[in-house]
């Protein structure tokens, strides 16, 4: 169960490939695309394996007045959304939802220090654009696993020729970016979990003031491989395997048992569920619980984490009452 949203009849206006793992695309609404801040993002319907799901995109750059972009990393180990976005073409009709924004620019500060990992440079695209053109402080530091694997890199030099660092297959030393930030610097970063947690921690260790920051997170990355697992819930008389390529989330909708979500990314914690029990280890991949609260194992957010082994969990369903 969700919130309800509008959705709009759309198609694939143009395709273009950004690094032998990233694609670009442009998708035009039937009645034209609405106007957006930075750091929004598109909600889009695609079929995986036959059945419609929804995954959410961030808009890249800012609005022409013509079509939204977004860019889509192929993850061949992934949960299949990727891999049916890479099997859109020219044309193709699809459904999206309006432009919506959980990872909104602060224009009040001084100065901002972006950071993104791989795929997460997508919203932070058009951030910089605006940040340039109204003359804030700006510093982006890019990290990816290989130079091949920079999309918009190009562009993002011109824009912001020094202030703009990358690196490739190398630790970026958070603790050294934020000390040499002035007082008031807001920090937006977008990337993996494992990032998002060592910039929490450096952040946290500075004493920085933790409403200074800011993240988006896809919730794709985690401790482990993925990888089958079995879930019980009790109260539902339940028991099956989740399998590999399918989310905690998604075997529980298609099992019957009606969970509350929004996000879809780990952030809201809409969707954290009670643990009874864990057979394994739980791979905590969201950004909403805290440490402690991930090393207790006493609560898992179902969109986006897994189990490695087996668990039980506990539903908020309980039975009518007379």
């Given amino acids: 169960m969700k919130s ?10 143009s395709i273009r490939d950004l690094t032998p ?5 442009s998708i035009r609404p039937t009645e034209g695309p609405l106007p957006y801040a930075p750091g929004s993002h598109l909600q889009l319907e695609v079929m995986v ?25 192929r993850l061949d180990d992934g949960k299949g959304g990727s891999l049916a976005m890479w099997q859109l073409a020219q044309g193709d009709r699809l459904r999206i ?47 990816v696993r290989s130079a091949d694997e920079l999309a918009y890199a190009g562009e993002l030099k011109q824009a912001l020729g020094d202030a703009l660092v990358t690196s490739v297959g190398q630790k970026i030393e958070f603790a050294a970016e934020i000390a040499s930030l002035p007082a ?8 993996p979990a494992h990032m998002l947690d060592a910039v929490r921690r450096a952040w946290a260790l500075a004493g920085r003031p933790m409403a200074d920051l800011r993240y988006e997170t896809f919730g794709s990355s985690g401790r482990f491989a993925p990888q089958a697992f079995r879930l019980q819930i009790p109260r539902h008389q339940l028991d099956i395997m989740v399998p590999a390529d399918c989310s905690l989330l998604d075997a529980l909708e298609g099992a019957g048992v009606q969970t509350l979500h929004e996000c879809k990314r780990g952030e809201c914690g809409l969707c954290a569920m009670d643990v009874v029990a864990v057979d394994g280890a739980i791979d905590h991949r969201d950004v909403y619980l805290s440490e402690h609260e ?20 506990d539903s908020a369903w309980r039975p009518d009452k007379l």
Avoid at 4 to 13: I, K, P
Avoid at 105 to 113: F, G, S, Y
Wanted: overall charge positive; glycine content about 10%; some cysteine.
């Fill in 97 to 143: 939802s309006e432009p919506q924004n959980h990872f909104p620019l602060a224009w009040d500060a001084p100065a901002c220090l972006l950071v993104a990992g791989g795929i997460g440079i997508t919203p932070l695209v058009g951030m910089a654009q605006a940040l340039l053109a109204r003359g804030t402080r700006l510093r982006m530091v890019y990290g």
């Fill in 184 to 191: 008031g610097t807001q920090l937006y970063v977008c990337g």
């Fill in 21 to 25: 793992t990233v694609r670009e695309f």
């Fill in 49 to 73: 394996h036959g059945r419609p799901q929804v995954r959410s995109y961030s808009l890249v750059g800012a609005p022409d007045g013509e079509c939204y972009r977004i860019a889509v990393k």
């Fill in 4 to 13: 309800s949203q509008t959705w709009v009849d759309a198609h694939v206006q």
């Fill in 294 to 313: 991930k090393q207790a194992n006493s609560r898992i957010c179902a969109c986006v984490s897994r189990v490695v082994g087996s668990v039980t969990l």
